[in-house]
């Protein structure tokens, strides 16, 4: 009726468990960059870490993890959703990409002032209506909300204190 406990054997460490469990995650969850790979695989196989680095290595050589590919996806994608160009990094940063990679890939979108300007003027107009603001301290909440989004505070200010409507 009830089923006998295993016995819990520590499972070998091998070259090709680490690499299938790498091949797993990506498979399941998706793209990962290669540090967080590194990560989840060195604290899975906390104890014997010398194949983490061969099979992920191997990984890389065959074009399944590729960090400039992914970071360029995931660029592109924050690009689409109305974020600055400072959040863009700092997300980039938190995915453990290089600043290398992450300049590139910033670089890349293209994307004018103008453009940045439109996509912050949607954010105000969004949140605190189409008017100018006049108050103080809401005029400080919207630079601050604009600002956490990731654009300049040369943008933020010209789009709080931005009177026409010739878009809308």
Not at 31 to 38: G, N, Q, T
Not at 102 to 109: F, G, R, Y
């Amino acid at each position: 009726m009830y089923s006998k406990k295993k016995s819990t054997k520590p499972q070998v460490i091998s070259y090709d468990r680490v690499k299938s469990y790498m091949q797993w995650l990506i498979q399941r969850y998706g793209e990962y960059s290669a540090k967080v790979l590194l990560q989840k695989a060195n604290l899975l196989f906390k104890d014997d870490r010398q194949y983490n680095e061969p099979a992920l290595d191997y990984l890389i050589e065959r074009g399944i993890v590729n960090d400039s590919r992914y970071a360029q996806r995931l660029t592109q994608s924050f690009a689409e959703k109305n974020i600055g160009p400072n959040k863009i990094k700092e997300k980039l940063y938190a995915k453990g990409f290089s600043s290398q990679t992450i300049n590139e890939c910033v670089s890349a979108i293209e994307t004018s002032d103008d453009d940045y300007f439109e996509k912050a003027l949607l954010l105000k107009r969004r949140k605190f209506g189409q008017d100018p603001i006049e108050d103080i301290k809401l005029k400080q909440k919207a630079m601050r909300h604009i600002i956490a989004k990731g654009f300049s505070y040369a943008i933020a200010n010209k789009v709080v204190s931005h009177a026409s409507v010739e878009d809308y």
